[in-house]
């Protein structure tokens, strides 16, 4: 459970820069109405999240079954070495002919890997392919979007619940987790979250700097 704190610090997001650079009278679509391409384009976005959501139940479920000299990824998915780690990736290139590491790599998807196990106790026992319903992404009223600004936060779960309850917009949320992580600090007297943004290289996130990893 989280802490419930007042609102007391100000909004952050969207910032003073961001809205004077976005001249919404510039703002034009080719050959389509505006409603109908804000309404394709969030549900395309949405779409388009569950599914890279679900490729990763899946891929990292398969990817723990995988042995090599009977070593393979722990319960949290962690890797047992590089050694069973370049054999799957030799196995899925040489008897798949698929390189995976694009994949695997990427931002969003280590980050969702991050949260399955918190998400689907029991993760390994299950089976994804066969009960595909006890894998969706549990937050209806949100987007797969949100698990990124709270990836290294021990309340992420309740904060991601919050915002999918309350169905806070994104700029919302990170105001509101803003406010929380801001507030927690002044509790604790030390600093133990930092807001970090570098809209160029990834989403805004919350800094655990209790984290060693």
Not at 23 to 52: A, H
Not at 79 to 97: I, M
Not at 115 to 139: I, N, Q, S
Not at 153 to 170: C, F, H
């Amino acid at each position: 459970m989280i802490r419930h704190y007042p609102k007391t610090f100000e909004d952050v997001f969207p910032g003073e820069k961001s809205q004077e650079f976005l001249k919404r009278e510039q703002v034009s679509f080719d050959g389509i109405e505006e409603p109908f391409f804000m309404k394709s384009l969030e549900e395309s976005i949405r779409k388009m999240g569950t599914d890279v959501f679900d490729y990763c139940v899946r891929f990292q479920w398969l990817r723990r079954k995988f042995r090599y000299f009977t070593r393979g990824r722990n319960r949290t998915g962690r890797s047992p070495g590089l050694v069973a780690d370049r054999a799957f990736s030799l196995y899925c290139r040489t008897l798949l002919n698929k390189d995976v590491s694009s994949f695997s790599r990427s931002f969003l998807v280590q980050k969702i890997n991050g949260y399955l196990d918190g998400l689907f106790p029991g993760f390994d026992e299950g089976d994804p392919f066969r009960d595909p319903e006890a894998y969706r992404f549990p937050f209806p009223s949100i987007t797969v979007d949100y698990l990124m600004p709270v990836y290294q936060m021990e309340e992420r779960v309740d904060l991601l619940k919050k915002a999918d309850k309350e169905g806070m917009s994104y700029n919302d949320f990170l105001n509101f987790v803003t406010n929380y992580i801001l507030s927690v600090n002044d509790s604790l007297g030390r600093v133990k979250y930092t807001l970090v943004v570098k809209w160029r290289r990834c989403p805004p996130y919350i800094k655990d700097n209790d984290r060693t990893i």
